[in-house]
């Protein structure tokens, strides 16, 4: 059964950073678009950034210029670099291959001193 298995998260203090990885147990990668969204306690989940097969990428407003997202397709893996964190960035972080409908479980980042 494929899979998306998210990595990476803890806790970290506020103007930390931290790097998520996803990786994804199937085959043909490259061809999927991903995306990073996340979860925060009683809220709904909301997207956070997306990288295209072209590594093309976008960013929520709420992160742009602080998160990065990039991708390994020899490794089957996206990543999500979370710069100068802040606490109201703590949440379960989980990565979409949204052509498969396919999410992994998520990992928890905590921001907070």
């Known amino acids: 059964q494929v899979q998306l298995a998210e990595s990476g998260g803890g806790l970290v203090r506020p103007g930390e950073s931290v790097r998520l990885s996803c990786i994804f147990s199937?085959?043909?990668?490259?061809?999927?678009?991903v995306r990073w969204y996340r979860q925060a306690p009683e809220r709904t989940r909301e997207w956070v950034a997306s990288?295209?097969?072209?590594?093309?990428?976008e960013y929520a407003d709420s992160v742009l210029w602080r998160f990065a997202i990039s991708r390994d397709n020899a490794k089957n893996t996206a990543y999500l670099q979370m710069n100068t964190l802040k606490p109201e960035d703590t949440a379960v972080y989980y990565c979409?291959?949204?052509?498969?409908?396919?999410w992994g479980k998520g990992t928890l980042v905590t921001v907070s001193s």
């Open positions: 199937g085959t043909i990668f490259n061809r999927y678009n």
């Open positions: 990288i295209d097969r072209d590594q093309r990428t």
């Open positions: 979409n291959i949204p052509a498969l409908d396919l």
